[in-house]
């Protein structure tokens, strides 16, 4: 038996993966119990829509910009000293963002609970890398994907019960039990299982991926709203971006190994995953509008529309993850992405007569989809690369998805506006209530179209996925 055999043997996998797990939790839910407050917060610091959306565009604009160095950043530090790391510096922002005593400071709380939350998820998946073999992975990485549709789906239902009852502030005082909690456990139960390299560190890499995927996310996050220059900051980030693509390929220790590519199997789930996060963002962001705007739900009621899909995909998460240790990606994904192209195109006829109900069904058949598909699509692509490649695999797959999903915000958004301004162009009476309704549902056809266009192409790319083995792990 090797030494590091014997090591993956002697570490107590079930008490980790519970650690990193109530941690990404707290994190993830985090992420979504803010959205329904935002009316609230405009009110009570007497701010613009425009100023308040910063609580989500920074956010992502954080996130946007560690999720590349995550790589580096686990190469310095224990898994230990990221997590706890992770873990207490959202706890300081949450603390800040709940005692906040004007927006600024509210705002700052947010940021630092971002920088905390995106050194999360990461250290999570490289950590199941690390200690599950391949053919384990799909359960526990099941359990993750448990947690990171369970989280966000139960995040806008809860906040919705919060607001109504309690204040604002009442959405941070609650999380910091649960951040502390996490803190605690993860302090008794999760060991080091990845190796400190501490390999140099290239800081022009470091600003060119800082300008390329900040410049990139916050320029697809302010869309049209931020005028000349989030054009300014897309120009700087694209640049950015092919310097910084350049510079990994010619240094000897890049930030991000972009020769992960060179593992077929990890580019064509990275392609996949891309492609469903796109379409994935592009539902996330256009049904809520739907509820609210067409079918006249208040936050709490389409809130409670969109629980039972989210529950249900978190079920089965693990479940899928077990399916795909058993008989391997293709037999899960393919039929999942054909799920959810059916949806989508049911999506695209949507009226402004349909019931409540109706809603729930289709939303709860799109996230059994999506739940045959994340996981496994992903576990599939990281599965082939060697354990050295596992951080850039990760940071890699995360950034991408990251960029993907402020593409797809800000690409359907633009076309359901576009769909919007054509209707209304054709219409008699274009000012009347009526006919303004029939405009929104029209524009958000459009766009579930193009959804399904992408949605039809991730399908297709799907028939090649097969199961794969790490080179340094095979025989």
Known sequence: MTNSSKGKQEIKRGPITVALIIGAFVAILN?????????????????????????????????GILMPVTALLTGWFTTRQMFLGAMTIFLVGTVLCGFAPNFSFLLAGRVIQAAGSGLILPVMMNTIL????????????????????FAPALGPTLSGLIIASLSWRWLFYLVIPLAVFSILFASRFLTNVSEVTKPKVDVFSVVLSTLGFGGLVYGMGSGAEGGWL????????????????????????????????????????TIIMILVMVTLFATMILLPLYLQQALLLSSFAAGIVLLPGGLINGMLSP???????????????????????????????LTVAETMLYIIILYAALLIGMSMVMMP?????????????????????????????????????????????????QSANPK???QMLQALVAGMNHAFIVALAV?????????????????????
């Open 432 to 434: 009347a209530p009526s």
């Open 31 to 63: 992420e979504t119990l803010l959205n329904i407050a935002l009316s609230d917060l405009i009110n009570y610091f007497n701010v613009t829509p425009t100023t308040v959306q910063w609580l989500t565009t920074g956010y992502l604009l954080v996130i």
């Open 230 to 269: 989030s054009l300014v900051f897309l120009i700087v980030g694209v640049i950015s971006l092919v310097l910084f693509v350049w510079r990994q390929l010619v240094i000897a220790n890049p930030i991000l190994d972009f020769r992960a590519f060179k593992y077929p199997m990890f580019t064509l789930a």
């Open 319 to 349: 479940v899928m993850g077990k399916l795909f240790d058993k008989f391997g990606p293709r037999r899960l994904v393919t039929p999942g992405l054909l799920i959810m192209c059916v949806v989508i195109w049911l999506f695209s006829r």
């Open 130 to 149: 690390f200690i599950y073999p391949p053919e384990k992975r799909g359960g526990a990485m099941g359990l993750i994907g448990l947690v990171i549709m």
């Open 377 to 425: 699509v992903s576990t599939t692509g990281l599965n082939q690369l060697p354990k050295r490649m596992y951080p850039h695999g990760t940071a890699i797959m995360n950034t991408l998805q990251q960029v993907a999903g402020g593409i797809g915000t800000a690409l359907f958004i633009g076309i359901m506006v576009s769909g919007q301004q054509a209707y209304l162009s």
């Open 455 to 475: 949605g039809v192409v991730s399908l297709l790319l799907s028939l090649f996925l097969k199961r794969t083995i790490a080179p340094d792990e095979e025989g």
